[in-house]
């Protein structure tokens, strides 16, 4: 049964349907953002984080040739160091939700990724792209700052550590190919059917064992910050919960009955 619920904010459009939330950036030609967008997007996390329903989040432009450019230059110009230090602040805190939300979050990138548009991509679980998206990188050296919103902490984690320094200190704008080839993005489709097969992923993924799939993230996600030894023991437990589950026993019991599983997300 199809259940669709809109939301719509000056800067963002939610849409929820069957386990799928779309959250679609519209805040401007470049969707170059300030405080208002960043408020607005950490009251959707909020929403989203407590809605039982959604499973996966595709995060998407509506703006042609752009997914974003970053932050507004001429807004952070007008603020003195202090707000600026703070705004930052508030943006990672909204990223770091996303990468501790039990929901998979996913960057459809369908138009240029620079500067913040990119830290903002970096904070999703995974990011798609078209092949013909346009440039992505982190071009903040040129302004004299570097990319104060994750860009030089989860850009490293993604890409390493040599990789992310120099992409961070030439301030290099590159392809989507060139992009996966490093795996800075998970996948690139053909433009113009980008957008369709980031959703019929997110849909696949929604229809599995959410709560299995939800464990996962969070073991990936939270263990890589933690020693070898304690992040094995942080797996068992979360193994220990599935083994407790509804969908553990169905889908043991689906097995060996050689049928499909009947899945609940408990």
Known sequence: MTNTVSLETKTLTVKKDNGVAEVHLHINKTNAYDLEFYRELN???????????????????DMPNFFSVGANVAFLKASEPRFKTQFCLFCNETLD????????????????TVGGGLE??????LR???????????????????AGTGGTQRLARQVGHSKALDLNISGELITPKEALDIQLVDKVFPQEETREKTLQYARK?????????????????????????????????LQNLLFRSNDAKEGLTAFLEKRDPNWTGQ
């Open 43 to 61: 009251a959707v996390v909020d929403d989203i984080r407590f809605d039982n329903d959604i499973k996966v989040v595709v995060l998407m432009s």
């Open 97 to 112: 939700k996303i990468a501790r939300s039990p929901q998979i979050w996913i960057a459809c990138l369908e138009g240029h």
């Open 120 to 125: 903002m991509a970096l904070g999703c679980d």
């Open 128 to 146: 798609f792209m078209g092949d013909q998206a346009g440039k992505i990188g982190l071009p903040e050296v040129t302004l004299g700052v570097l």
């Open 205 to 237: 993924i929604a229809s599995q064992a959410t709560y299995a799939v939800s464990n996962i993230k969070l073991s990936i996600m939270n263990g890589k910050e933690m020693p070898l030894n304690v992040a094995i023991r942080y797996e068992g437990e």
